[in-house]
């Protein structure tokens, strides 16, 4: 419920900053002004569910609204050409808001797409939905900060990189030194005084470890041994990393938005595994500190990094065989395709 608590708030702020925009351009275009009133209007209720009663209210209103972005999604109407056209304005003080709407409105009509996706894989795929098992998995446990020191700085980063590799960095440690000077070690500093800053296990990784841990990984163990995680966002950089460098694993994933997150960890070891499980890793561990370290490097000389604003889409991916029904027959994986995206 908290997460549909943030998108209710952001999609209301969103529309009020978008009316405000609209207010200041002295638009005449009353209509569009009506239509970021609707949705905003639905946006005035509580997400409860600490009573049943409170809870099944809840619920209608979070349909309401989701009926009324969907509706709107189906015409084009004028919210969607505004969004469609501001949104990529080149002044951003003016497409921001509307990039944020964009963004919430897209989230929220995800909703209703997940909806009818699993209504249609149940007559696509009727033995899917039959006798199936649910296994919850425990989140796992957050460590405690893991980088006690705190004067670190980019320069000594840099220092650490060149005792490891053996080799001499005198341009990236002169990166290091400009963009000291440009607030560099300030924005370390904030991150590593994070009381939040305790990593844990993602999801996608977690349940990884446990398909692997209780030997769930050949393709006759998936549906239609189809070797694939499902995840309702794009995976972050270093699970993306995980993933890419686990020999021993053929099992997909969602493709990365590359956000990197400080707060993310491997699974830890048990006393319970042997030599070989200790040792592939230590080679996990070994090739996602190269990658990271080849990403600092080229972060220090671009001065840029790969990233996205938000880590969830504004659109479902959608099963290739829920465009195409014909294909679903001959497809030999889970294809999926940037179909039906809500906010174009």
Same mark, same amino acid.
């Given at each position: 419920?908290?997460?549909?608590?943030?998108?209710?708030?952001?999609?209301?702020?969103?529309?009020?900053?978008?009316?405000?925009?609209?207010?200041?351009?002295? !638009? *005449?275009?009353?209509? =569009?002004?009506?239509?970021?009133? $609707?949705?905003? *209007?639905?946006?005035?209720?509580?997400?409860?569910?600490?009573?049943?009663?409170?809870?099944?209210?809840?619920?209608? +209103?979070? /349909?309401?609204?989701?009926? =009324?972005?969907?509706?709107?999604?189906?015409?084009?109407?004028?919210? &969607?050409?505004?969004?469609?056209?501001?949104?990529?304005? !080149? /002044?951003?003080?003016?497409?921001?808001?509307?990039?944020?709407?964009?963004?919430?409105?897209?989230?929220?009509?995800?909703?209703?797409?997940?909806?009818?996706?699993?209504?249609?894989?149940?007559?696509?795929?009727?033995?899917?939905?039959?006798?199936?098992?649910?296994?919850?998995? @425990?989140?796992?446990?957050?460590?405690?900060? %893991?980088?006690?020191?705190?004067?670190?700085?980019? #320069?000594?980063? #840099?220092?650490?990189?060149?005792?490891?590799?053996?080799?001499?960095?005198?341009?990236?440690?002169?990166?290091?030194?400009?963009?000291r000077r440009m607030g560099l070690d300030k924005a370390i500093q904030i991150q590593l005084l994070k009381r939040t800053f305790r990593p844990i296990v993602h999801a996608e990784v977690l349940i990884h470890h446990y398909l692997t841990k209780n030997g769930i990984t050949r393709p006759n163990r998936f549906w239609r041994q189809w070797q694939y995680i499902g995840a309702s966002k794009p995976t972050c950089r270093l699970c993306h990393y995980y993933f890419s460098s686990h020999s021993q694993s053929q099992i997909q994933?969602?493709? !990365?938005?590359?956000?990197?997150?400080?707060?993310?960890?491997? @699974?830890?070891?048990?006393?319970? +595994?042997?030599?070989?499980?200790?040792?592939?890793?230590?080679?996990?561990? &070994?090739?996602?500190? *190269?990658?990271?370290?080849?990403?600092? $490097?080229?972060?220090?000389?671009?001065?840029?990094?790969?990233?996205?604003?938000?880590?969830?889409?504004?659109?479902?991916?959608? %099963?290739?065989?829920?465009? $195409?029904?014909? *294909?679903?027959?001959?497809?030999?994986?889970?294809?999926?395709?940037?179909?039906?995206?809500?906010?174009?």
């Amino acid at each position: 419920m908290s997460r549909i608590t943030e998108y209710k708030d952001k999609l209301d702020k969103a529309l009020g900053l978008c009316l405000e925009d609209h207010e200041r351009r002295q !638009s *005449e275009d009353e209509a =569009l002004k009506s239509e970021l009133q $609707k949705p905003r *209007e639905k946006c005035n209720f509580s997400v409860n569910n600490i009573r049943e009663q409170e809870e099944i209210k809840s619920l209608r +209103d979070c /349909e309401r609204l989701i009926n =009324l972005i969907h509706n709107a999604q189906l015409a084009m109407t004028g919210i &969607k050409k505004a969004v469609r056209t501001k949104a990529r304005g !080149s /002044e951003f003080l003016r497409s921001g808001p509307w990039c944020e709407l964009k963004h919430y409105l897209g989230r929220w009509h995800s909703y209703r797409q997940a909806a009818n996706f699993i209504v249609c894989a149940a007559a696509a795929w009727p033995l899917l939905f039959q006798d199936f098992k649910i296994t919850s998995l @425990p989140s796992s446990t957050r460590i405690s900060k %893991p980088i006690v020191q705190s004067d670190l700085t980019a #320069v000594a980063i #840099v220092q650490h990189m060149e005792a490891f590799e053996k080799v001499k960095m005198p341009e990236l440690m002169q990166d290091a030194e400009d963009l000291r000077r440009m607030g560099l070690d300030k924005a370390i500093q904030i991150q590593l005084l994070k009381r939040t800053f305790r990593p844990i296990v993602h999801a996608e990784v977690l349940i990884h470890h446990y398909l692997t841990k209780n030997g769930i990984t050949r393709p006759n163990r998936f549906w239609r041994q189809w070797q694939y995680i499902g995840a309702s966002k794009p995976t972050c950089r270093l699970c993306h990393y995980y993933f890419s460098s686990h020999s021993q694993s053929q099992i997909q994933v969602r493709p !990365s938005h590359l956000n990197l997150y400080p707060n993310w960890r491997l @699974p830890e070891i048990s006393d319970e +595994d042997d030599a070989e499980a200790r040792e592939a890793h230590r080679k996990l561990l &070994k090739s996602i500190a *190269e990658k990271v370290r080849n990403d600092a $490097k080229r972060t220090l000389q671009q001065r840029t990094t790969k990233s996205k604003q938000h880590d969830s889409n504004t659109y479902s991916a959608t %099963p290739r065989y829920l465009v $195409k029904r014909s *294909e679903s027959t001959n497809s030999d994986g889970p294809a999926y395709c940037e179909a039906d995206r809500c906010s174009r």
